[in-house]
């Protein structure tokens, strides 16, 4: 299972640290990716980091604001995400795949998802 938390209000220009807990999956050549969904928008890749190669890729309108890591000590993956804009808000969700040696955000790759958690930026 996948669990995302970390999601909250913030005013414009404002960081927040979301993350992303693995548990009960275990399997090699993955990659954990975070997918968001903003109300009457479709949902939209956002960042993914691959396992075997901590290759990283994000979609453009978050690149030098959004940092994908992870931890495998804590099964945990996370997005700091800074200088937050209004655009920003919306659900956000984390998944993961195998086999998946090169970055995508391909969502049909994705074979578990987690929650979601909202995050809501002020303007």
């Known amino acids: 299972q996948l669990q995302a938390f970390g999601g909250g209000l913030v005013q414009s220009g404002g960081s927040l640290k979301l993350s992303c807990k693995v548990s009960g999956l275990t399997f090699e050549n993955s990659a954990i990716a975070w997918f968001r969904q903003a109300p009457g928008k479709e949902r939209e890749g956002v960042a993914c980091i691959v396992s075997v190669s901590d290759d990283t890729i994000y979609t453009e309108s978050v690149k030098g604001r959004f940092t994908v890591s992870s931890d495998n000590a804590k099964n945990t993956v996370y997005l700091q995400m800074n200088s937050l804009k209004p655009e920003d808000t919306a659900v956000y969700y984390c998944?993961?795949?195998?086999?998946?040696?090169?970055?995508?955000?391909?969502?049909?790759?994705?074979?578990?998802w987690g929650q979601g958690t909202q995050v809501t930026v002020s303007s």
């Open positions: 998944a993961a795949g195998s086999p998946i040696t090169i970055a995508t955000m391909s969502e049909q790759l994705y074979n578990y």
